[in-house]
T-cell receptor
Framework: AQTVTQSQPEMSVQEAETVTLSCTYDTSESDYYLFWYKQPPSRQMILVIRQEAYKQQNATENRFSVNFQKAAKSFSLKISDSQLGDAAMYFCAYNGGGADGLTFGKGTHLIIQP | EAQVTQNPRYLITVTGKKLTVTCSQN?????MSWYRQDPGLGLRQIYY???????DKGDVPEGYKVSRKEKRNFPLILESPSPNQTSLYFC???????????FGPGTRLTVL
């Protein structure tokens, strides 16, 4: 079974600084999909960014980018110019392309210091 | 508006009293899933469905049932709830295998 590990239960960053959230996963698949979801205090799950394993280029969405290292099975999220609205739980998730859904990590609580 | 809806949003019940949490999506998605979220454990999949009348167990299916009689609806049934099923529940759907999941707003369930 696939596993997703987020080793940082909590991270803190100053507003306007850059922060990186780490994620590693374990799989024997060669094609799969990785996601970062944000969960603010409202509890809504919001997609931040996705990465297809067959793409070598790292995905970017405005201030959010990933560092995808397929051989190392690492998928970190970098948030540039952190804003107060970025404060949330962040979940890394894996999907092997099958009918089953996502395997999630346990999450990282991101605190933004004003 | 494309969305996944869940009802109720909050529910407090007692041990053993059967309950159903409804989930509906208006995006004509094939795939739907139920997750539970517990502190320190992230989200764990309970059941998923590939299409009408096709469902399968996820990682934590014990104590739950689902059905998929219509493409848009995927209710979660707790026949005899117990306190260890107190959790935040999410329904999600996606259009294809490679696509991201769209999540409902969550249902906070407390079993006394």
């Amino acid at each position: 079974a696939q596993t997703v590990t987020q080793s940082q239960p909590e991270m803190s960053v100053q507003e306007a600084e850059t922060v990186t959230l780490s994620c590693t996963y374990d799989t024997s698949e060669s094609d799969y999909y990785l996601f970062w979801y944000k969960q603010p205090p409202s509890r809504q799950m919001i997609l931040v960014i996705r990465q297809e394993a067959y793409k070598q280029q790292n995905a970017t969405e405005n201030r959010f980018s990933v560092n995808f290292q397929k051989a190392a099975k690492s998928f970190s999220l970098k948030i540039s110019d952190s804003q107060l609205g970025d404060a949330a739980m962040y979940f890394c998730a894996y999907n092997g392309g099958g009918a089953d859904g996502l395997t999630f990590g346990k999450g990282t609580h991101l605190i933004i210091q004003p | 508006e494309a969305q996944v809806t869940q009802n109720p949003r909050y529910l407090i019940t007692v041990t053993g009293k059967k309950l159903t949490v409804t989930c509906s999506q208006n995006m004509n998605h094939e795939y739907m899933s139920w997750y539970r979220q517990d502190p320190g454990l992230g989200l764990r999949q309970i059941y998923y469905s590939m299409n009408v009348e096709v469902t399968d167990k996820g990682d934590v299916p014990e104590g739950y049932k689902v059905s998929r009689k219509e493409k848009r609806n995927f209710p979660l049934i707790l026949e005899s709830p117990s306190p260890n099923q107190t959790s935040l529940y999410f329904c999600a759907s996606r259009v294809g295998l490679a696509n991201e999941q769209f999540f409902g707003p969550g249902t906070r369930l407390t079993v006394l």
